[in-house]
């Protein structure tokens, strides 16, 4: 694959991918690493760019990068002149552990009665709280990628039932215990957590709209790692001031960043975070860990990993 051309990875080097230089000099001995930023490196060209989403990404690719390999796993904020590059893959399951953790601690969370259980004055009565558990509870599971398998992993070992809703159920489930359903309506009709992992395009864009949220059980906790356009937040607000959903922990939202005032900021039942569900030395870790593994194979001349799927959007 890479034969003919030079051999000099354009590497975008910002914040904690500055590992990646020192990594990719020991490793790779033949080919020369530079920043993407460099003036140089934009006239001159290069063959690999890993990144994709820098301010000089287009020009760089626009100079004949052969492959594009994107630092994140969603695609639905890359330049569309980045997507154009003959071949673009993606860090898929790169983040599937701090995410997963964090999907955990929100679940549990919510179980306990957390942040609302914690003391800031002497309780009414001690030596009990209002808490309950995950197990036995049931997690219904939007996506079954590389996040959604490791979240059924973990959910499992805490003894919840849990179902999953894919975009090909005929491949049945990767992990022993967790069911495949056919519909949105099956998932969220039972489901006590329902956690969306699925990527944000034109097929799941909002997802969950105020017909699912009328099938939706009682009291369900909404998780979402995934894109904020996959839940109507207008339907959502509703289904919170109706009692139907509990609590919507939101780690992903529509629009990004959120403005000043947004209803969300200031919901008592909305727990939000910045989009840094993935932020983990982890993440960055398992990052290079497939970049490097792609790299070889793209010098070999072999078959990529993970590559993107420009007409299904991720």
Same mark, same amino acid.
């Given at each position: ?42 006239? *001159? ?8 989403? @820098? ?80 197990? @036995? ?12 398998? *490791? ?30 359903? @056919? ?35 009682? @009291? ?53 975070t910045p989009h840094s569900s993935w932020s983990s030395t982890a993440f960055f870790d398992a990052a290079i860990d497939i970049f490097c593994a792609n790299l070889r194979r793209f010098l070999d001349g072999q078959e990529l990993l993970h590559v993107i799927d420009r007409g299904e959007g991720y």
């Open positions: 694959m890479a034969g003919a051309y030079s051999r000099c990875v354009t590497v975008r080097v910002v914040n904690e991918i500055k590992q990646a230089t020192a990594r990719l000099n020991t490793e790779f001995p033949e080919i020369q690493v530079v920043d993407a930023a460099e003036s140089a490196v934009i006239d *001159r060209g290069a063959d690999v760019l890993f990144g994709g989403w @820098g301010e000089h990404a287009p020009a760089v690719v626009a100079r004949g990068v052969r492959w594009v390999q994107l630092s994140g796993t969603g695609i639905d904020g890359i330049r569309p002149e980045v997507l154009a590059a003959p071949i673009v893959t993606c860090a898929r399951g790169a983040s599937s552990i701090p995410i997963s953790e964090y999907v955990l601690t929100s679940m549990l969370n919510f179980e306990k009665g957390f942040p609302g259980n914690y003391l800031d004055a002497p309780p009414k009565h001690w030596n009990f709280q209002r808490m309950d558990s995950l197990s @036995g509870k049931t997690l219904g599971l939007v996506g079954l990628g590389g996040i959604g398998e *490791r979240v059924a992993r973990i959910a499992l070992a805490f003894d919840m039932r849990v179902v999953a809703l894919r975009r090909r159920p005929e491949l049945g489930s990767p992990v022993d215990g967790c069911d495949v359903v @056919g519909s949105i309506d099956e998932v969220v009709g039972i489901a006590d957590h329902i956690v969306l992992a699925a990527p944000g395009t034109a097929r799941t864009r909002h997802l969950l709209d105020q017909r699912v949220f009328g099938l939706m059980k009682h @009291g369900a906790h909404i998780v979402n790692i995934a894109r904020g356009s996959l839940i109507d937040q207008d339907a959502l607000r509703a289904a919170l001031d109706g009692g139907v959903v509990a609590r919507a922990s939101l780690d992903t939202v529509d629009p990004e960043p959120l403005p000043e005032g947004h209803w969300l900021y200031a919901h008592p039942k909305v727990l939000l």
